[in-house]
């Protein structure tokens, strides 16, 4: 994957990621589901002129829903999702989570 913006989608913005932001200098990312850490880790440092120390990921299985309306049952299942925990070097900060 050549173009950093079809790598990250979008941060993630939680009371969690929030708090890794504060403590540890940990960033948290919708990633596409087939980078690596590799890619993610070239694609921040590119988009945000950051230094990264570590990538860690997780897959988040979607979820399936059932809603009932009057003409029966509708069942359906949620997209899967990964997420990029990205650590940056001592110092670095990324401004675009500041000013949420």
Do not use: H
């Not at 087939?34 to 988009?47: G, P, Q, S």
């Amino acid at each position: 994957m050549a173009d950093v913006r079809r790598v990250i989608f979008k941060p993630v913005i939680t009371e969690r990621s929030t708090m890794l932001k504060d403590t540890d200098n940990k960033f948290v990312f919708e990633v596409d589901a087939r980078a690596n850490k590799r890619e993610i880790k070239t694609a921040v440092e590119k988009l945000f002129k950051v230094s990264v120390k570590e990538v860690r990921t997780s897959v988040m299985r979607g979820k399936v829903k059932t809603t009932f309306m009057r003409k029966g049952r509708f069942t359906g299942k949620r997209p899967d999702r990964k997420k990029a925990f990205v650590t940056l070097a001592k110092g670095e900060n990324i401004d675009i989570f500041d000013q949420v």
